[in-house]
């Protein structure tokens, strides 16, 4: 391992590492924001199935300016444009689709996530009010719950923990997360560092994370492919 | 079939009484009923209750952040009660935050649940979401299965506001692709549903009873949107502020 | 009041006598057999819509003979006509409108109807099984719970009693009923005649009841007018 | 997007295991997968779980009740367990009543909230229908609003049989007029869907995504019916008996 290009992961390079993952024919339901450049990975063969809580089944990439179709918005309120076999429902029957199981993984962002599973993205301190939209549902019904977020906040304070302390969003269900500095597992006996922004060190990894972390003997530099 | 047809928008409010409760459809600009907002805005109702997605917005020309900024509601049950982004804290937020207002805050999923509980005369049904956060600590809790899920009760309404883009004059309603969003299950849940129609009314008959979204017997007030002046969206002619 | 021509009531008479009561606009919910008769009454200007349990809004008369459409049955598997303006919801959108109480009223036959307002309609002695189908469901959803039956069994016995024998489809729930012997309101003091199959007398009738009748003061002759 | 054509109902319930539980669909013949139940009858499972409106019927070409009357059903929940003319007694309620078979009745809206609950992962809800009757006697019930109500639970389902009129390769569906009825919510609820298609299998792409009626990611396998004989019905080509 080389500390020659000692550099974060961009955003799109984490979220690549991600989706680089899904499998042919999933359903996935991007969280607004960083999330949301999962699509923008290049599934070549695999044909991804974008479903978003406002009842959207099916959409394509963002529409380009000027030909947005006014009422064809995603969950982040983004225009998107229809994909031959997309389909529409209500909200009610969207939240089927994510409380009943047959979302196949959500990217979400977050503010913290916890070496059990939790995580924390609604909420943050010394406000009443928060934004949970379809994040609670999505978090307890979707098959794999995956994370994307920094890996530090703009304070420098770690955002991978032994327990939130922020409000959690749900409890114990987050498989994975990407950060620009690695890739982890949530496993029984906490993180578990598999890859590794190239250039870090893990000590250096651990040193930004107060969670302890459990090194992969196959610890890999992340890459997309 | 009784003709359901308004012609205006004030006419739509007007019996709307203060302290009523009114479910508001839309998910961002789609389906937003912003021309019924408008004429409640001009109405004057207040002690209102107002369940919807999130009612801290302001961006369309009129919408349910307005009403909060002129202190017309007490309460609001949604999604979402503050930004995402802290830098931009609303007047809801200063709000809820000084006690002035109330906000209750749920999952969209159960948000849109208990709404349909209270269309079907469901009592209250259990779901998994919130379990284990802070919203779920004065809850009723049930294992089922190995899993634990939190009872929650049904959310009814006088009025719904939405929109759609086709109705008939009976009311019988097409939705155009994600303005459908949590339009049809406020529908059935409101006593009174009022709707703005941005395409056609069309006569009765003229809609195929397959691909009708929300019947009419759900419907009971329809008025169509004047012409819009330009713009990506068809703005509402009377909307004000 | 005379006997010159004492007859029981047919069928169409008892169940027109409900259907004169229909109001402009109201949805009713007609059950199989003898109450989709309330349909052939002349509503003149009033309209009514017709509702069953497997998504039907707004149905019309029953196909003609050769005329009929093969996917459009009613709850009763009839072959019935569609109404401009009427809509297709799929069975649990349909129990939406059944249990949420926007059946204005539900014409229902039965076994028995006791004076508590009870009925039992959908098991019949010594049988395991029985027949629900949406009675239960209309029996507690629907803002009226009328029934039409005849007023005594094969054998003689009497239908309206003190209490159900049968096992009940609902509790406390019929406000009327119509048997070929006279119109009867269920009252919290019991079953109140309030009109009588012509040329009979209130004391035939109450011979024919288990239940105690209140008779209106103001009996009249059962009349479709 | 997947292609979820088969050419033949022998291949669509291969896999079927004995001791499966199936959701039938239809209300009258409308929506009647016989297609499906006649292969499935060839097919030769066994010990099955079947959830339908009713179970009892021989009247179409293959029918539930033909599994019944060859002995290969071991319980059915439904909202008929016995003919309304108790002069019709059939093999079920034969079964039924010497206990060599199982019925569990319910209401027809707690069967159909039942299989939404399912699909919705809800973990069980009230309702009122049946409070007060033998069919609640050993419920769990609870006033809610003055109201007593009782606690229902979902039914799943490994298989779900349903027919349609139209769908493309994908399996987004549309039914036509009251085929409807059960067949969306059994979509939903079972893990695996198989339909059999009246009308045309056409391309992805053809069909309005504002009028599907059944999204493709609730369907697995869908197979077109073979061009009918005659008559009102389309007959299954197979059909068995």
Same mark, same amino acid.
């Given at each position: ?6 550099? #974060? *992961?961009d955003? @799109?390079?984490?979220c690549?590492?991600?989706a680089?993952?899904?499998?042919d024919g ?5 969280g607004?924001?960083? #999330? ?14 974008? @479903?978003?809580e ?5 959409y394509g #990439?963002?529409a380009?300016?000027? =030909? !947005?179709?006014?009422?064809l918005?995603?969950?982040?309120? @983004? ?5 031959p076999?997309?389909?529409?429902v209500?909200h009610?029957?969207?939240f089927?689709?994510?409380? /009943?199981?047959?979302v196949?993984v959500?990217?979400? /962002? ?10 924390a993205?609604?909420?943050?301190? $010394?406000?009443?009010g ?10 307890v019904g979707?098959q ?7 890996h ?5 304070k770690?955002?991978?923990?032994k327990?939130c302390?922020?409000p ?16 982890f ?26 969670a302890?972390?459990?090194?992969? &003997?196959d ?6 492919t | 079939?009784?003709? %359901? ?8 409010v007007?019996?709307?009484p ?9 998910? $961002?600009? &789609?389906?937003? #009923?912003q ?8 109405q ?7 369940i919807t997605?999130?009612?801290?917005q ?8 307005h009403?909060?900024e ?6 609001v049950?949604?999604?979402f009660?503050?930004?995402?982004h ?12 000084s006690? =002035?207002?109330?906000?209750?805050l749920?999952?969209?999923g ?5 709404m ?5 005369? +469901? ?8 379990? /284990?956060t802070?919203?779920a600590e004065? %809850?009723?809790?049930?294992v089922?299965?190995?899993?634990t899920y939190?009872? !929650?009760?049904p ?6 506001? +939405?929109r759609a883009f086709?109705s008939?004059?009976? /009311?019988?309603?097409?939705?155009? *692709?994600?303005q ?7 529908a059935?849940?409101?006593?009174t549903?009022?709707?703005?129609i941005?395409?056609d009314?069309i006569?009765v008959g ?9 019947p ?8 169509k +949107? ?9 703005l ?6």
């Amino acid at each position: 391992m080389t500390t020659s290009e000692k550099k #974060p *992961l961009d955003r @799109q390079t984490m979220c690549s590492r991600l989706a680089m993952e899904f499998e042919d024919g999933w359903i996935a339901n991007l969280g607004a924001g960083m #999330p949301t450049l999962c699509s923008n990975y290049d599934f070549k063969d695999k044909d991804i199935i974008y @479903q978003s809580e406002n009842g959207l089944i099916g959409y394509g #990439p963002l529409a380009k300016e000027g =030909e !947005e179709i006014p009422n064809l918005v995603n969950a982040g309120v @983004q225009y998107v444009t229809l994909r031959p076999g997309s389909a529409i429902v209500h909200h009610a029957d969207s939240f089927t689709v994510i409380r /009943g199981g047959y979302v196949n993984v959500t990217v979400l /962002g977050s503010y913290e996530v916890a070496e059990n599973g939790d995580f924390a993205n609604w909420k943050t301190p $010394g406000r009443k009010g928060g934004g949970i939209g379809g994040a609670m549902d999505l978090a307890v019904g979707a098959q794999r719950v995956w994370i994307a977020m920094e890996h530090v906040t703009r304070d420098g304070k770690p955002r991978l923990l032994k327990r939130c302390a922020l409000p959690v969003t749900a409890v114990g269900v987050v498989q994975r997360v990407v950060t620009d500095l690695g890739l982890f597992d949530v496993t029984p006996e906490g993180f578990l560092m598999r890859e590794i922004a190239p250039g870090y060190t893990p000590e250096e990894v651990q040193a930004a994370t107060e969670a302890k972390l459990i090194i992969s &003997p196959d610890l890999k530099p992340l890459k997309v492919t | 079939m009784k003709n %359901k047809v308004l012609n205006s928008f004030d006419e739509a409010v007007a019996d709307i009484p203060d302290g009523a409760t009114i479910m508001v459809g839309g998910f $961002g600009p &789609p389906g937003l #009923p912003q021309n019924l907002l408008g004429a409640l805005i001009r109405q004057g109702a207040t002690d209102l209750t107002i369940i919807t997605n999130r009612g801290d917005q302001t961006s369309a020309k009129a919408n349910t952040g307005h009403l909060v900024e002129l202190r017309r509601v007490k309460k609001v049950y949604c999604a979402f009660s503050a930004s995402p982004h802290p830098s931009q804290a609303s007047v809801f937020e200063e709000l809820t935050e000084s006690g =002035e207002m109330e906000a209750e805050l749920m999952p969209q999923g159960t948000l849109v649940e208990r709404m349909r509980a209270a269309a079907s005369g +469901i009592g209250a049904f259990y779901t998994r979401a919130s379990v /284990g956060t802070e919203l779920a600590e004065n %809850k009723e809790t049930r294992v089922i299965d190995g899993k634990t899920y939190v009872l !929650e009760f049904p959310l009814h309404a006088d009025y719904a506001f +939405i929109r759609a883009f086709t109705s008939d004059t009976f /009311g019988n309603l097409q939705y155009d *692709l994600t303005q459908r969003n949590f339009n049809p299950v406020m529908a059935m849940a409101a006593k009174t549903t009022l709707v703005e129609i941005e395409g056609d009314i069309i006569e009765v008959g003229g809609m195929d009873p397959n691909n009708v979204h929300t019947p009419g017997i759900f419907v009971d007030r329809v008025i169509k +949107i004047p012409p819009a002046p330009e713009g990506l969206w068809t703005l509402p002619s009377d909307g004000k502020p």
